[in-house]
């Protein structure tokens, strides 16, 4: 079955340091989306990504954050600076059209120390 | 920002007992998704459901799109242990809103023991 993946599922950064996280969506799909948890609190809507650009954004989503799709299959999540409170799960999710539902990746688990 | 409340935030129940989890609102979703999430993983889709009054199987699970679609339920019969984990229900952040554009509850964790 079909299935969004994420690399790596942990990292671990310093403060201050770019982290680039990386997801591979389902091959059909034309919707990414990325997606973060803070430990204990609810899923939190980053951005969304449709013809190679940005459809919209949360207020989350500041200078800092940049997604890109280098190629066919990657979408990246890139963080410039780091900041302890980015210590999270991301989640990159990706959906076939604007109205069906999005499948969401295992995750990576950023720790910023 | 639409919000969903989720009801109960914890549910502990013994293997073959029925539960219910609920989510709801004051605004008006367009559609809603059912998750579940394992500890350390992403949500793994459930069911959406669309038109009000909607009712949906999946084995043993009902979930219920309520007639003003502001609200829904999920109804596990016969529960086992293979069912715990953390229900979450998720909706389009504004009516015109793509369904990938998620407001999503705090979930209910639902604990079966044998």
């Known amino acids: 079955e079909p299935e969004v993946t994420q690399t790596p599922s942990h990292q671990v950064t310093q403060m201050g340091q770019e982290v680039i996280l990386r997801c591979v969506p389902i091959s059909n799909h034309l919707y990414f989306y990325w997606y973060r948890q803070i430990l204990g609190q609810k899923v939190e809507f980053l951005v969304s990504?449709?013809?190679?650009?940005?459809?919209?954004k949360s207020e989350i989503f500041d200078d800092q954050f940049s997604v890109e799709r280098p190629d066919g299959s990657n979408f990246t999540l890139k963080i410039r600076s780091t900041k302890l409170e980015d210590s999270a799960m991301y989640f990159c999710?990706?959906?076939?059209?604007?109205?069906?539902?999005?499948?969401f990746g295992q995750g990576t688990r950023l720790t910023v120390v | 920002t639409q919000l969903l409340e989720q009801s109960p935030q914890f549910l502990s129940i013994q293997e073959g007992e029925n539960l219910t989890v609920y989510c709801n609102s004051s605004?008006?979703?367009?559609?809603l998704q059912w998750y579940r999430q394992e500890p350390g993983e992403g949500p793994v889709l459930l069911v959406t459901?669309?038109?009000?009054?909607e009712v949906k199987k999946l084995k043993r699970l009902t979930f219920q799109f309520g007639d003003a679609r502001k609200d829904s339920s999920l109804h596990i019969t016969a529960a086992q242990p293979g069912d715990t984990g953390l229900y979450l229900c998720a909706g389009a952040a504004t009516i015109t809103d793509s369904w990938g554009k998620l407001q999503f509850g705090a979930g209910t964790q639902v604990v079966v023991t044998p």
């Open positions: 459901v669309v038109t009000g009054g």
């Open positions: 990504f449709y013809n190679n650009e940005i459809s919209e």
């Open positions: 999710a990706s959906s076939e059209a604007e109205d069906s539902e999005a499948f």
């Open positions: 605004s008006v979703f367009s559609s």
